[in-house]
């Protein structure tokens, strides 16, 4: 049944908890009324007798759950068509749900084809079509030779178009060098599209590499993270920064790794330049020296860092040099994860952490003293402001009903084995968190609840499209 009445103690509008009750109609929050403390009961009484329904789609919260505007995820690799046996659609947006994420954004690589043109994104479309339980977007991609594709992706409904400085492990998918990349910034800022960039500088590695010895093994994580330095980081967003300044693009930084980093984008944002940049919760919640020896599930191009780097992070975000955080959801077969072991070098390079991603970065955060309403920002309304998601990202008039049901007491303790995503891998097996996700609902329907859950998922999600996002300027006020 479809929701259409929502009464909570803890519901979290323009950034505060508060007593509400959210008028649901046809999917869209249509009233929002704010309550007293301990009004739900009798609000609901109200509801029941004054509806014609008689209350029907009523749905009183626990006291003891906050409800949160559903997490939108940017970066997720589904991988199908193409690789389906690394990640599918099914699988990947059930997992996306159960972790309290109601809309993502699929990456245009490790699929085959590519979304570099629309008929690829076509193909991948139609490979989705009826079987995601979450909202579902597209990037686009550029590559060498197709900066003429660009624009009609983009009006094709594409949220921007990634791009890699140096080989992003899949042939199909090739990197570019500095003068395509301003081609093709060029070429995105005519229509004041977007472009996300993988930035890590494929000199600085290869040199880093050499000093390692390329044919010793490499088992110890913080040993293999030598051969993808800071420097990688911080020469690639500082090459990446000149081509923003020349081209005027809006661009976005994904998955920053070093803290290193953070002085020369802060630097660019005051100089007013259209940049964005995200973090991933693996590079927040672990540190290199603390992942045992051949423990290929934490490998992930950039590299987790050290205890201090991982700090620094948090003072990014803090600041609002981060704006994001989003979970660079890259799984593969157990064959591809484990190839070469213990040597990881050889093994993929991805970490499967889209369920738990929400859930494990507001563990760590509270432990910190940062409360889950800023995790929320992060995960859900600037995740949303950098796709252009308008009617996603906040509780608010005229949005999707897009929620999530968190429980803050909650402890879990992960099991890969246990979690929806293909492959029963991830860095996060064993991790205990404290907070968990008890129920979500997409665009008022109900995908599950605390108090059912025993009912199959069903894949109601739909394909959102990329509009351009003039919002996005907020981030970078």
Request: proline share 5%; charged share 20%.
């Amino acid at each position: 049944m479809m929701l259409r009445h929502l009464i909570a103690e803890q519901v979290l509008l323009d950034g505060e908890f508060t007593p509400a009750h959210l008028e649901v109609l046809e999917g869209e929050i249509i009233r929002i009324h704010r309550l007293s403390s301990g009004e739900g009961r009798r609000r609901a009484e109200i509801v029941k007798a004054s509806d014609v329904g008689a209350g029907a789609g009523m749905t009183v919260v626990s006291p003891r759950h906050q409800v949160l505007p559903g997490n939108v995820d940017t970066h997720v690799h589904i991988n199908e068509p193409g690789r389906t046996s690394w990640e599918g659609f099914a699988t990947g947006t059930m997992a996306a749900a159960l972790g309290g994420v109601t809309s993502v954004v699929d990456m245009p690589l490790n699929s085959i084809p590519p979304t570099v043109d629309v008929d690829s994104l076509r193909i991948k479309q139609q490979a989705a079509a009826g079987q995601t339980f979450v909202d579902v977007g597209f990037w686009g991609g550029i590559i060498p030779g197709n900066t003429a594709q660009l624009r009609s992706l983009w009006d094709a409904g594409v949220f921007g178009f990634k791009c890699f400085l140096l080989p992003s492990g899949v042939d199909e998918f090739p990197p570019v060098n500095g003068v395509q990349l301003r081609e093709a910034m060029t070429e995105v800022a005519s229509f004041d599209g977007l472009v996300i960039v993988h930035a890590e500088d494929a000199e600085t590695i290869e040199r880093a590499t050499d000093l390692t010895g390329r044919r010793r093994r490499l088992s110890h994580y913080a040993d293999w993270a030598e051969t993808r330095p800071h420097d990688a980081e911080v020469a690639a967003i500082s090459d990446l920064i000149e081509a923003v300044r020349e081209t005027g693009c809006r661009t976005h930084i994904l998955h920053l790794a070093s803290a290193r980093a953070l002085d020369i984008i802060a630097d660019a944002r005051a100089e007013g330049l259209p940049l964005t940049v995200e973090t991933c919760p693996h590079y927040l919640c672990f540190d290199a020296e603390a992942i045992p020896d051949g423990a290929a599930e934490f490998k992930c191009c950039p590299p987790i860092r050290d205890r201090g780097n991982r700090e620094a992070l948090w003072d990014g975000l803090r600041e609002g040099i981060i704006d994001a955080v989003v979970s660079d959801h890259s799984p593969s077969t157990a064959e591809e994860k484990h190839r070469g072991a213990p040597d990881l070098q050889q093994a993929w390079g991805g970490i499967s952490g889209l369920q738990v991603g929400f859930s494990a970065v507001a563990h760590e955060a509270r432990l910190r003293g940062i409360g889950i309403e800023t995790v929320s920002a992060w995960m859900a309304t600037n995740t949303s402001l950098l796709a252009g998601l308008r009617r996603k990202g906040s509780i608010a008039l005229g949005k999707d009903a897009d929620l999530v049901i968190y429980d803050p007491g909650q402890t879990n303790m992960v099991s890969a084995a246990g979690l929806a995503h293909k492959n029963p891998i991830s860095a996060y097996d064993h991790y205990e968190i404290t907070g968990a996700v008890v129920g979500a609902v997409l665009r008022g329907t109900p995908l599950y609840t605390a108090q059912d859950t025993t009912s199959a998922l069903v894949p109601v999600g739909g394909f959102l499209q990329g509009l351009g996002s003039p919002e996005l300027s907020a981030l970078r006020r």
